[in-house]
């Protein structure tokens, strides 16, 4: 039963409109949680149904959604997961902040010391995180290692080098343009949220209006049919992780920005998170079937929950509890769905 | 006569990798090869040596499991809240008044509160097994759902604080020793005979193979794949609730943080080991030799005084490397063999 944009349907959602309500109502129960989440955040804390609070609480997934958004890209066209997204944010958060105190290697330390202007630094640490998507993609395809081992090797490769490039130390302090990457405001809205919705809005154009989107999804479908049907897989396989390790880099430049620092240690185990998001929105794990409305819920529900336990004051070892049960009851749920339908 | 020669290759390619990393390091360190060393190492690997085989009867049926560096953590703080059974009646109102808990008060008599440790991880395992089989969802996303709950559920008894205090018997398998080998080396050697010997000699191990190979036909020649699926999962919760014991053991203390991540060490000792992420290929002498490759070249740069993270970027190479090279290795056979 295919559930992406090749049956049509809300463009953003890519639920296919059809059917009873019934249909309807079990095919979006991850609106169902989400709306049934912010009820009780609302009930318990007044100030929680306010705009400024929903774009605070926008700008706080973001960071974690971008990485999301590409970790759709990888497990739609059937690469399984990227695991390396966590420690490409970390590299990059690095690498942008070492790029401008470039005065560390011959002993200044506290003092901006651009290596080249910013927007070249931006574009360089761009390159770096879809170049490292780009190894992955090439070791995957044309080395024929499962995309699990590689993006495992690469997750273990990058933190290392994030580690050494910054002496396993944090570099204090950027300049007033990366931070207003993370933390200024376009108007009312704050600036990491406004671009993650650009980026969800585009992904989402990409994937279900252009031949791009529809030949990644025929690929995760069904590698076979898609070569058999003219499209190479592998090329829409290597372009799934270069979009995933691009879109870590854009996290992790927002990361520095919002933090004021190029911390190594940052976004520990994130890979993880990033696939729950993607498997609670409903994201099938075999590929093919899915979408980036989906992750966004996913995303927010994560969110979510953990905001209505902190409100609820619930210790974050139990919250870690549920946040797992969480995730194994939103796959039973979907998989119990999806065999009624049938 | 090449065919020969990649078929040579393929069989003991692996072995000869090892050998010539012994070489190699015994030239570039002179403590390497001194018994003292060569005991820290086979100590030190032993333990993830553990949990890589249960992750090895896992892959080899074409799943993964992501729980059991929870697991380790879970068992390890259970143990020692079964041992500190006092805190039963008696809530101490600060965290940190379980620090000073040095006197032991078990719950249960000796044998027992083993036992509940070993088959709490049979459990989780079993958990983790048959939702995976029976909803037919890939154990990835089920391990991992379990992994954060496990994680939460350990953290939640103490608040992520150790809880100080094990019984002799417990350091013993960290620290103690049989006819001079190390208890944790011992644990392991036996472990993995006793797999291994299970997994080839008997129509059980035969059918795991052969579940994991291709399900569809095992079905077909009469295999009930359910048993083949879902005991692995809980061979590999009991190795990690061994271990768990174990770390408990080295540490004097329950810790419910220990044994982060590795998860991914053991399954990258697996897959350098040359067991198939698919299912149905690979061994458990590749997996011993698969985590004896990373702790020597781990060892090596300890030895040669070389930082934490040049070592993080080896290992991730190496696990890449080994991979591919199998995989090349695999295409030039196949190449000649036709």
């Known amino acids: ?342 | 006569m090449r065919f020969e020669r990649t078929g040579f290759l393929k069989r003991y390619g692996l072995l000869l990798v090892l050998i010539v990393m012994v070489c190699v390091s015994v030239l570039l360190s002179p403590l390497f090869l001194t018994p003292q060393n060569v005991v820290n190492l086979l100590t030190q690997v032993s333990f993830v040596g553990i949990i890589a085989v249960g992750m090895t009867t896992v892959i080899l049926t074409g799943g993964i499991d992501l729980s059991v560096g929870s697991i380790v953590g879970f068992s390890s703080i259970l143990f020692a809240t079964m041992m500190h059974g006092n805190l039963f009646t008696f809530m101490p109102d600060e965290m940190f008044i379980y620090a000073g808990m040095q006197d032991l008060t078990p719950l249960l008599p000796l044998p027992f509160n083993l036992f509940v440790v070993l088959v709490a991880g049979a459990l989780i395992g079993l958990v983790s097994g048959a939702l995976s089989f029976s909803l037919k969802i890939h154990s990835f996303i089920i391990t991992l759902g379990m992994m954060i709950f496990v994680r939460g559920l350990g953290r939640s008894y103490t608040d992520g604080q150790p809880l100080f205090g094990v019984p002799p018997y417990i350091s013993w398998l960290a620290y103690g020793s049989i006819l001079g080998v190390p208890t944790p080396v011992v644990l392991w050697i036996v472990i993995v005979v006793v797999a291994a010997f299970v997994l080839k000699y008997t129509r059980y191990g035969r059918r795991i193979y052969a579940v994991g190979g291709d399900e569809e036909a095992a079905r077909l020649s009469g295999i009930q794949p359910a048993l083949y699926r879902i005991t692995p999962f809980v061979v590999s919760g009991v190795c990690a609730a061994l271990v768990g014991l174990m770390m408990s053991g080295r540490m004097a203390a329950g810790d419910p943080k220990i044994a982060e991540g590795w998860e991914l060490d053991a399954i990258g000792a697996v897959v350098i080991g040359g067991t198939a992420l698919q299912g149905g290929k690979g061994s458990l002498v590749g997996t011993t030799i698969g985590v004896l490759i990373v702790g020597i070249v781990v060892n090596v740069m300890n030895l040669l005084g070389i930082a934490d993270y040049p070592q993080q970027m080896v290992k991730g190479m190496l696990i890449i490397a080994a991979v591919a090279l199998q995989n090349l290795i695999a295409r030039f056979g196949r190449e000649h063999e036709r």
């Open chain 1, 1 to 342: 039963m295919a559930d992406g944009s090749t049956t049509g349907g809300t463009w953003l959602s890519g639920a296919p409109a059809r059917g009873s309500a019934a249909d309807l109502l079990v095919q979006n129960s991850h609106y169902g949680i989400l709306v049934v989440l912010v009820t009780i955040a609302a009930s318990l804390a007044p100030g929680f149904l306010t705009v400024q609070n929903f774009l605070n609480l926008l700008r706080s997934f973001s960071f974690l959604g971008f990485i999301s958004v590409g970790m759709t890209f990888v497990i739609l066209c059937g690469g399984i997961v990227d695991l390396s997204v966590a420690s490409i944010l970390a590299f990059s958060g690095v690498v942008m902040a070492l790029l401008q105190h470039w005065g560390i290697y011959i002993g200044f330390t506290n003092e901006l010391s651009h290596v080249y202007p910013t927007p070249f630094i931006i574009l360089t640490v761009l390159a770096l995180g879809a170049g490292i998507g780009l190894v992955n993609g090439l070791i995957i395809t044309k080395l024929k290692v499962t995309g699990f081992v590689t993006t495992l090797g690469m997750m273990v490769f990058v933190r290392g080098l994030a580690f050494a490039v910054s002496g396993g130390g944090t570099i204090f302090g950027v300049d007033d343009f990366t931070r207003y990457l993370g933390r200024g405001m376009v108007g009312p809205i704050p600036f990491v949220a406004l671009l993650w919705i650009v980026t969800i809005v585009a992904g989402s154009f990409v994937l279900n209006r252009t031949p791009f989107g529809r030949r990644l999804y025929a690929t995760g479908e069904n590698p076979e049919t898609a070569f058999l049907s003219g499209i190479n897989p592998d090329t829409y396989r290597i372009a799934a992780y270069v979009i995933s390790g691009f879109l870590a880099a854009v996290a992790g430049i927002c990361l520095t920005g919002r933090l004021d620092v190029g911390e190594p240690r940052v976004a520990q185990a994130w890979e993880l998170n990033a696939i729950a998001a993607v498997v609670i929105g409903g994201t099938s794990f075999d590929g093919g079937r899915g979408s980036l409305g989906r992750t966004v819920v996913g995303v927010m529900i994560i969110g979510l929950i953990r905001n209505v336990l902190s409100l609820l004051g619930v210790l974050p070892s139990p919250q870690e509890m549920i946040m797992g049960i969480v995730l194994i009851a939103a796959v039973v749920v979907q998989h119990v769905i999806s065999r009624s339908k049938v």
